[in-house]
């Protein structure tokens, strides 16, 4: 009781006092995490992003800016319905994870850019865009924020296509490391607001596109099932994707092995059955247009 009063107060406190984890250390954990970014999580998405892309319905020669490109996911899509007429800008602020998405696309159509993309939409000319993507990324900054400066760059009629986890997405990770946390409070540096960013329902989407000025054409959401063995697999998978990228520093490095045995412990606890430890990837997804 204590220790949980305690970790609401330091989480307060942190928030208050605005010690975010910063974007740099988001930017070194997505280049430690390229390399095996696509086998533990683009094999999950890749779907569910190649589907918003397919009802983006793009012309063959559209400018069209894919955000926070990470190794290249959307970008590839884009790429099949785009034909050496239109172009294809891709940012990403992490120098590794847009290597990967080079090693897969070279084409001169292709233009690749590290950076941070609140910043690289802020250097793009008005109306110079006939689509912009941004895929499992927009908690990376204020969506509200982002959506303004993504409507600045599109043309008129150009369209915008958003997918990113719900905020209840893989629900028993998050439960688990607030009681990580919550065992020990003492050693907590650092607050992540992603969670906060994220949508809770497409209506949340759709709601955001509206405040934005944007006009919602279709969101939708949808969920993908899957098990682990036992706790150890399921912090495997979680330190080899995006879901540790920040997460995993909020803690004082000299407590690392403490905090993983905890997970392993409380996640097996908590959520082990017969099947073993079953999590749920729930996402939402939407387009809207710039009137
Ligand atoms: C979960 S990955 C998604 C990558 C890709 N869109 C996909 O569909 O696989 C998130 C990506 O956002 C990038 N990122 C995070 N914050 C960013 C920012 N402020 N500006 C640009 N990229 C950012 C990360 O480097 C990472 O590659």
């Known amino acids: 009781m204590i220790s949980k009063l305690y970790f609401y107060t330091k989480i307060f406190y942190l928030l208050i006092s605005r010690r975010l984890i910063?974007?740099?250390t988001i930017k070194e954990d997505y280049n430690s995490?390229?390399?095996?970014?696509?086998?533990?999580?683009s094999n999950i998405t890749r779907p569910h992003s190649q589907e918003l892309v397919r009802r983006l319905n793009i012309n063959s020669s559209a400018t069209v800016l894919d955000l926070a490109c990470g190794t290249g996911t959307i970008t590839a899509e884009l790429r099949k319905y785009i034909c050496p007429k239109g172009k294809i800008i891709a940012v990403d602020s992490s120098e590794q994870m847009i290597n990967k998405a080079k090693d897969k696309i070279n084409e001169k159509n292709v233009e690749f850019i590290c950076g941070g993309m609140l910043g690289i939409l802020d250097e793009c000319q008005e109306n110079s865009f006939d689509c912009v993507t941004c895929g499992w990324a927009i908690g990376y900054a204020s969506p509200l924020e982002l959506l303004k400066k993504i409507k600045r760059v599109l043309k008129q009629n150009g369209k915008i296509g958003i997918i990113e986890n719900r905020k209840d997405t893989l629900s028993p990770l998050r439960e688990t490391g607030i009681k990580v946390m919550q065992r020990y409070p003492q050693h907590i540096l650092y607050v992540m607001d992603l969670t906060l960013h994220l949508p809770r329902d497409e209506r949340h989407l759709e709601r955001l596109y509206k405040k934005a000025g944007l006009k919602s054409l279709?969101?939708?959401?949808?969920?993908?099932?899957?098990?682990?063995?036992?706790?150890?697999?399921v912090l495997n998978w979680v330190l080899h994707t995006g879901a540790s990228a920040g997460f995993d520093r909020m803690m004082d490095p000299k407590v690392k092995n403490k905090c993983d045995n905890a997970f392993i412990e409380i996640i097996e606890r908590d959520y082990k059955t017969k099947e073993g430890i079953n999590i749920s990837h729930k996402y939402v997804a939407g387009i809207a247009e710039r009137i």
């Open 22 to 24: 910063p974007m740099e």
């Open 33 to 41: 995490l390229a390399s095996t970014y696509d086998e533990y999580f």
């Open 218 to 233: 279709e969101v939708w959401e949808g969920e993908a099932k899957f098990s682990f063995k036992d706790g150890r697999e």
